[in-house]
């Protein structure tokens, strides 16, 4: 089966694609042009997708707002090696000056790292961004939604959204666009600063498949288990790209979720993390810290208080997330 982008498929494709190539020329006797380019594909990413090469999309947010510097620079170039030694073409995602951009320069990049004031732009952010003229990092959410509109089927991170812990209801914007985006999602579970179960559950009500990549439990992020279940396993990466095929027949809509544990060495155990969580959630509330930006401030705190096993932990993870992307990628060009 031809995998189709949503709307108009191909020509839809063909159309962002060639007007993210040439500018857009006004019509004769009209001062600005009928259409503009609703999102700006870099070169090698646009003919990857055209020629059918793997592609893996990866996100933005983790790199200004989910690590700390100077990692931050040096794993977002990381996870572009990763995907091309896994042997696909990186597409870093992220808004720039209002241009919804698939495929960051390196300047880019570095401007996101290491600007201060980058916004966190979230799927209900993409049509405030793009009129006002926005710099910011997409999440998980904004990411899968542009990616997907590219025609990109394998997304790469670290951890997704979740429903938050505590009394007020706060459920990441990264679900809701799981259930309603085709396009395979690699990550090691959600942070144990999450509430996992409900997590869990709202992804069985959604009807978002879970499949563990080598493994027959929940992984939760920085820890290799969650006593919670996966829907199914795959033991390698053509087993994956059968399963999303078969979505894609089926036309389902939602995305499927593959999870990967953190490799073994760099595991922090459940237990060992319970003390640090514990005094950051408390940390957190104490400031009223809550929003977009209550998980970079829970992320940096248990850093801190771990003495940087949690960091090591998450570059570690996202590196062998992205390449495990690029192979399933391989299999589904
Ligand atoms: N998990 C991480 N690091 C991160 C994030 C998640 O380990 O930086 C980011 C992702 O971009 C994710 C977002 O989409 O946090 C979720 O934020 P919120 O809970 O505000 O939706
Ligand atoms: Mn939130």
Redesign the pocket.
């Known amino acids: 089966m031809i995998y189709a982008p949503p709307w108009s498929a191909a020509a839809w494709r063909r159309f962002v694609i060639d007007h993210a190539r040439s500018k857009t020329k006004a019509a004769p006797g009209r001062r600005t042009p009928r259409r503009r380019p609703i999102l700006n594909i870099a070169p090698e990413v646009a003919d990857a997708i055209r020629d059918h090469r793997p592609v893996v999309a990866l996100?933005?947010?983790?790199i200004a707002?989910?690590?700390p510097r100077p990692q931050n620079l040096q794993t977002a170039q990381r996870l572009q090696e990763a995907v091309r030694e896994g042997g696909a073409v990186p597409a870093t995602i992220a808004v720039i000056g209002g241009k919804l951009t698939v495929g960051l320069s390196d300047e880019e990049i570095r401007i996101l790292a290491e600007e201060s004031g980058i916004r966190?732009i979230?799927t209900r952010d993409i049509p405030l961004a793009v009129a006002q003229g926005w710099d910011g990092?997409?999440?998980?959410?904004?990411?899968i939604w542009m990616a997907h509109r590219a025609g990109i089927k394998v997304f790469a991170?670290?951890?997704?959204?979740?429903v938050?812990r505590g009394s007020l209801p706060?459920?990441?914007?990264?679900l809701p666009e799981l259930a309603r985006t085709p396009i395979t999602v690699v990550?090691?579970g959600?942070?144990i600063v999450?509430d996992l179960p409900a997590t869990r559950e709202w992804l069985e009500t959604h009807a978002v498949s879970v499949v563990g990549y080598q493994c027959d439990e929940l992984p939760a992020?920085y820890s290799r288990g969650s006593g919670l279940p996966v829907d199914a396993s795959a033991n390698d990466p053509a087993e994956v790209a059968n399963i999303f095929r078969a979505q894609r027949d089926l036309s389902i809509e939602s995305a499927l979720l593959v999870v990967v544990p953190v490799p073994a060495k760099f595991e922090v155990p459940a237990e060992e993390l319970q003390q640090v969580l514990t005094t950051a959630l408390e940390d957190a509330e104490w400031k009223e810290i809550s929003?977009?930006?209550?998980?970079?401030f829970l992320?940096s705190q248990m850093a801190e208080r771990s003495g940087g096993a949690t960091l090591r932990a998450?570059i570690a993870l996202?590196e062998n997330n992205a390449r495990i992307a690029a192979q399933i990628a391989r299999e589904l060009v």
Do not use: M, Y
């Not at 996100?59 to 983790?62: A, L």
């Not at 990092?137 to 990411?143: D, E, L």
């Not at 929003?291 to 970079?296: D, E, I, N, Q, S």
């Open positions: 996100e933005s947010t983790v707002h989910g690590l966190k979230s990092a997409t999440t998980v959410a904004s990411t991170t670290g951890g997704i959204g979740g938050h706060d459920v990441s914007a990264d990550c090691s959600a942070k999450l992020f929003g977009p930006a209550l998980t970079p992320l998450n996202l």
